[in-house]
């Protein structure tokens, strides 16, 4: 690539802008018209249940009935690791909310009326509803034929309701712990569900056109869409394509494949246009949350603040089905098992089935809950030894040759000079306010400052760019726009410092998977640096065409051409070259169009072999560092927090467009906010969720908010395109621990749970509840794993 | 039941269930899709239209009791070429995300905008009570909108 | 055989029309105001067909009326009219802020006092105890003819109400008391209350409090006078800290109800810190003035 890393840096306004605020942008749920039908899915109203019957025979006949599905029609099983999730309920009901038919009408209402015309008939059996419950001897199988399902990916664990077990284990836990000069400190911790809550909720527009499914779905992931859908469906791969408009919104919530088989099977089987749009009581009561977990943290450390040994064990609640979970057990060595250098480490994650709503992934998935229970964990080791918060941060933080949790070796110092600008952020604001100190009203003020590790999800993405006679470029790559802007702003800039031109000259295809090649979806940071570094890959074989051609045309060695402003110049001789234009125009005669492809994917940092067991990334690539520090207020007599000032620094890389990944910042910070303080979700003795809409689901709204003061810290080692890392998943990483440490530090109580509700932190202050107790998760680690 | 109403300035006649919500009417039989069903519990804002140029949640708003009502829609409150005050701010600032929420904050923020000159931040987030972001955050939404002069504001 | 003419949206064009319409429907039909309640039936998974009687046409209904005797609220007045309508009025100043306050702006545009008292399931409603506070009769007209009722009665009769005959206006006395209105939220705003509070009181001799009117709502499934603590706070000066204390003494009377919202202890544990907010309002603003 040619050294234009500067020229890619610049606060490019979007151009999807003008059509969202005018209300002209067409989401998938906006895809309708007379030829469009409507479908709708019969969902199990129990949590476990055996299906006597289903007929469907009397729903047939309804007015404007144009197809039922069932599963008869989707013979296959999906999943991450294993195969265990048929998209229909067959013979057996595993959570409130399952689908057991889908019926596409002419009409919405026709679609319900035909619903409630299906025979269903149901024998109860028993459910196991939470993690302590599926873990108990003899408790009922959530998937009694776990033996029997094929495995997609080898190594793990599995066992009972044990849907995936990853475990690490690096150097002697048990010689560390038994040393004389340790100091042993134990905690338990337990956080509840997040609900993503993107304004577009799931969609889908499937038609069936020339003997293949094309499927319009609101989606991150047009290639796991295609796959998983192919799959079920037990039909080749190359008979669906899969093509993304405008998504209102993902967070993670959409990096799976979920409704989309169904509108494929209807739209098959009526030969109409089907649309199928989850209500936002569907969205909210099935919604692939971050999931609910339950943590058991044990460390020796020593007087000076050395953590010898560190041993953990992380439930974590899958529901009915293994999903993201499964995968999602190997961020705990990297979470959990992160920031810190630790001399030896045991760690035990466990994805548990119950018979609940699936989960799935969610920004910064289990990184964030990991992140709360590492940094109460460590504020608790903190007051055990009697050490400075503060110190024992900037003593363990991972630094340059260090080794993580699986054995891989950390490049760089980013986490101690970023602890550093962070003291610099907060002394530009001194306030001389003390922990527990009561303000002019009355309330107690807290502060924190918290550290974290996430990863950039790094895998294989494809990029084709197409250079056009006007001088302009074509982009085409799987890459979706949810909303962050890479699209809009990373991905252009790139290609435009990459060709010389204005990155309004680059134009950005939307997702279309007979277009562009596989790609492993948009989230995690991957729209930079994944499809940002393969577009850059194909800009230089556009580059070198490019040069090759005018290197004729000016008689010039292309080593001494450089591409700027729309023009290939002779370096150093501004105004001595041609355009692109002519360039490409004469390169079409001679050897035809210009485009050039690239690829990209994980370079594969390694891992200490047989450190980590059943682990789908056994080291990341690329590490994401945060530190943030958050100073709130609390109301005595009633529990709520107000947040009076919150500061984040980002390891970022290079940042590219310094106003979007503001943006970014501001949006994800205040869903961790949304995490911490407000949003929670109870699941009932029914097995479904008592919150089912936004009047009992509390969003952040304005009043709820401050400004967000930020500081970009560029320079830390990245393989990413010009040094770039994601920016657009981290900001949520820390919240939740900065916000619990705050109070924890405010209250002087043993802050262990998420959310702190106000009624949460009212109990905490009148010290109304027994401390959390986790019996279920032995203090011996190795009770905690299947393979003992 | 037939029910005329005009929207954006041009009159529209609906025939079916009175009973359907407004957003629905807008949305399915008009297919002018800018209003967004959202939350249908008038807590998110993202279904918001003025009525007789007062802005409500058309989640909520029965097309049957709009019989002879001016109904405007983001549509309706500016042309391509030539965007509102708030519409024009929120693009300088290059706020907009997903963009989901985007027409009801125009909406809601339009019409305060007129009736309430020089507003503080505090005042502004008090009006946006009703409008939820998921994407944003709030904040950089609040920067674009304090930096509206009212006398520019033309919905 | 009757044959029903009425379409499923009825937009009545005077009280008569309404109440024949309600008769003759009976079950199947229900009066429609703001419809904010209405509209949300499918969240609340509820089925019924039922044809919706429109009263947003009949003017008389919306028509806000204050005097030195009394300030006479049609059922149809909004939120946003009552606020807008009363502000400024120290006697009348818990429902002006009770209505100024309540949901969100669009919402406060479109519901109604009507739909906000006459809605049985709404524990939370924010206009109900302050019509408890300011001792409100309230007209119901039937095809048979009108009656008049207090709060407390209309709440205790509420749930079992036949839709047979409609509440056309609320009537509040003026007073020289000053009242305030208080609600507790989890967020800054936009909830619906987990508790909330109206206060209305009349100070004596040396400023203290010598009648004192006070309702909770939220806390139970029905607002209610909180009788033990009215009669406890006479002969006080009406000092935050004091009347917190006070309220600390006299919950023993509320059985909190659990809810998805909030648990019932935390209900009444909010309490005493919201009676201190209210009588903080009241010093900074109408007592401030009233002196």
Not at chain 1, 587 to 616: V, Y
Not at chain 2, 11 to 37: C, N, Q, W, Y
Request: proline share 5%.
């Amino acid at each position: 690539m040619q050294n234009n890393a500067d020229a890619a840096v610049m606060n490019f306004p979007r151009r999807d802008a003008r059509d969202k605020l005018l209300g002209r942008t067409k989401y998938t749920i906006d895809v309708g018209g007379s030829e469009v039908i409507h479908a709708v899915l019969l969902r199990a109203e129990v949590a476990s249940a055996q299906v006597l019957r289903l007929d469907v025979e009397a729903a047939r006949s309804m007015p404007g009935v144009r197809a039922i599905a069932t599963w008869e029609d989707a013979p296959g099983a999906h999943g991450i690791g294993i195969a265990d999730h048929p998209i229909f309920a067959r013979d057996v009901i595993r959570y409130h909310g399952e689908p057991i038919a889908a019926i596409a009408a002419e009409t919405l209402e026709q679609a319900h009326a035909a619903a409630q015309a299906i025979t269903l008939e149901l024998a109860p059996l028993p459910a196991v509803l939470t993690m302590a419950q599926a873990l108990e001897k003899d408790a009922p199988l959530v998937h009694p034929d776990w033996k029997d399902y094929d495995i997609l990916f080898e190594g793990a664990a599995r066992g009972g309701n044990v849907a995936w077990e990853a475990t690490v284990a690096r150097g002697d836990t048990d010689a560390a712990f038994d040393r004389p000069d340790v100091t042993i400190v134990d905690g338990v911790y337990r956080v509840g569900r997040q609900s993503h809550v993107p304004f577009e909720p799931r969609a889908v527009v499937a038609a069936f056109e020339d003997g293949r499914h094309h499927i319009q779905t609101s989606t991150q992931v047009p290639w796991t869409v295609r796959h998983v859908t192919a799959r079920v469906l037990n039909i080749p791969e190359s008979q669906v394509r899969v093509t993304v408009p405008a998504v209102g919104g993902g967070f993670g919530l959409k990096f799976d494949c979920s409704l989309e088989p169904y509108a494929a099977i209807l739209a098959k089987k009526s030969g109409r246009v089907v649309s199928l749009v989850n209500s936002r009581r569907e969205e909210q009561m099935t919604c692939l949350c971050r999931e609910n977990a339950e943590i058991r943290i044990r460390s020796a450390v020593t007087a000076d603040g050395e953590i010898v040994g560190r041993e953990a064990t992380v439930l974590m609640d899958c529901g009915a089905y293994g999903g993201e979970q499964v995968f999602l057990t190997t961020m705990t060595a990297h979470t959990l098992g992160g920031n810190y250098r630790l001399g030896s480490v045991r760690l035990s994650s466990r994805a548990i089935y119950t018979n609940t709503p699936p989960n799935g992934a969610f920004r910064a998935c289990n990184g964030v809950y990991n992140t709360f229970a590492l940094e109460r964990h460590t504020d608790e080791i903190c007051d055990a030894i009697g050490m400075d918060r503060m110190e024992f941060r900037c003593r363990n933080v991972v630094g340059d040759q260090d080794i993580g949790a699986t054995g891989q070796i950390f490049e760089g110092n980013v986490l101690r000079p970023m602890i550093d600008r962070m003291q610099a952020l907060c002394a530009k604001h001194p306030n001389g306010r003390e922990n527990g100190q009561r303000l002019d009203d009355g309330r107690i003020y807290g502060r924190a400052m918290t550290v974290g590790t996430w990863f950039i999800f790094v895998g294989p993405s494809a990029a084709t760019v197409n250079l056009n006679v006007d001088g302009s470029a074509t982009l085409v790559t799987s890459g979706v726009e949810i909303g962050s802007g890479s699209m809009m702003h990373a991905l252009p800039q790139i290609v435009a410092a990459g060709l010389g031109i204005a990155p309004e000259q680059v134009i950005v295809k939307t997702a279309d998977t007979d277009a562009a090649g596989r790609d492993l979806g948009v989230g995690g940071g991957r729209t930079t640096v994944s499809i940002g570094a393969a577009s850059a890959a194909a800009c230089d074989e556009v580059r070198d065409k490019l040069l090759a051609v005018a290197s004729e045309m000016l008689q010039t060695a292309p080593e001494q051409l450089v591409l700027a402003d729309g023009r290939v110049e002779i370096r150093g001789r501004p105004g001595s070259g041609t355009t692109i234009q002519k360039v490409v125009a004469e390169a079409e005669t001679r050897t035809g169009p210009i485009s050039g492809s690239g690829a990209f994917t994980a370079p594969g940092i390694e891992a200490m072999p047989g450190c980590a067991a059943g682990h789908f990334i056994d080291a990341i690539d690329i590490p994401v560092f945060a530190v943030h520090d958050c100073e709130l207020a609390i109301d005595p007599d009633t529990g709520q927090v107000e947040i009076l000032a919150y500061r984040v620094v980002q390891d970022v890389g290079r940042a590219l467009n310094h106003r979007a990944i503001h943006g970014q910042i501001q949006g994800g910070v205040v869903q961790g906010m949304g995490y911490a303080l407000h949003e929670e979700i109870t699941i009932n003795d029914q097995g479904c969720f008592d919150q089912t809409g936004f009047e009992a689901y509390r969003l952040p709204l304005a009043q709820d908010v401050v400004p967000i003061e930020f500081d970009l810290f560029e320079g830390a080692p990245s393989c990413g395109p010009l040094g770039t890392k994601g920016a657009g998943e981290v900001p949520i990483l820390n919240v939740g621990a900065t916000i619990g440490c705050a109070i924890a530090n405010a209250t002087g109580k043993q802050v262990s749970q998420l959310p702190l509700t106000p009624p949460r932190v009212l109990a905490l202050l009148d010290g109304r509840d027994e401390p959390l107790a986790l019996d279920h998760i032995s203090a011996v680690w190795s009770n905690n794993t299947l393979r003992r | 039941m037939t029910i005329t109403l005009t929207v954006n300035r041009e009159e529209r006649i609906f025939s079916g269930d009175p009973r359907t919500p407004l957003v629905d009417v807008l949305r399915d039989h008009l297919r002018m899709t800018g209003t967004k069903a959202v939350c249908r519990e008038g807590f998110c804002g993202a279904c918001m239209v003025h009525v007789d140029g007062a802005p409500m949640a058309s989640c909520l708003l029965p097309v049957g009791s709009l019989d002879g009502a001016a109904v405007t829609t983001i549509e309706g409150v500016a042309t391509m070429e030539h965007l509102n005050a708030v519409q024009q701010a929120f693009e300088d600032h290059d706020v907009v995300q997903c963009g989901m929420c985007f027409p009801g904050m125009v909406m809601t923020m339009s019409r305060f905008f007129q009736t309430n000159t020089s507003p503080d931040r505090d005042e502004i987030k008090a009006a946006m009570t009703g409008n939820i972001c998921r994407c944003t955050g709030y904040e950089r939404i609040i920067d674009a909108l304090m930096s509206i002069r009212t006398n520019e504001v033309t919905s | 055989m009757d044959i029903t003419p009425y379409p499923k949206l009825f937009l009545a064009n005077d009280l008569n029309e309404a109440l024949r319409a309600l008769r003759e429907l009976a079950d199947s039909a229900i009066p429609l105001a703001g419809a904010t309640w209405v509209m949300r039936a499918p969240l609340r998974c509820e089925t019924a067909d039922r044809t919706l009687i429109d009263l947003s046409r009949i003017e008389a209904l919306r028509t806000i009326n204050i005097d030195q005797q009394e300030a006479v609220i049609g059922a149809l007045a909004t939120h946003e009219q009552i606020a807008n309508a009363l502000n400024g009025y120290n006697d009348l100043a818990a429902l002006a802020q009770a209505a100024g306050h309540s949901a969100n702006p669009a919402i406060r545009r479109m519901a109604t006092i009507g739909g906000n008292i006459c809605t049985a399931e709404f524990a939370a409603a924010d206009l109900v105890p302050a019509l408890l506070a300011l001792d409100a009769r309230l007209e119901i007209e039937g095809l048979d003819g009108s009656r008049t009722q207090t709060m407390a009665a209309f709440l205790e009769a509420r749930a079992t109400r036949a839709h047979t005959d409609l509440l056309t206006r609320l009537i509040i006395p003026r007073t020289q008391r000053t009242s305030t209105h208080a609600r507790l939220t989890l967020r800054k705003a936009g909830d619906y209350p987990v508790a909330n509070l109206s206060v209305s009181i009349a100070l004596g001799a040396g400023g203290k409090i010598s009648a004192a009117t006070v309702a909770v709502g939220a806390v139970e499934a029905v607002a209610k006078r909180w009788t033990g603590f009215e009669e406890a706070i006479i002969g006080h000066a009406p000092s935050p800290e004091k009347m917190q204390m006070i309220a600390k003494t006299c919950l023993e009377e509320f059985d909190g109800r659990d809810a998805t919202d909030a648990p019932g202890w935390y209900r009444l544990r909010v309490l005493p810190g919201l009676v201190a907010n209210a009588f903080s309002t009241l010093q900074e603003t109408t007592l401030g003035r009233a002196m």
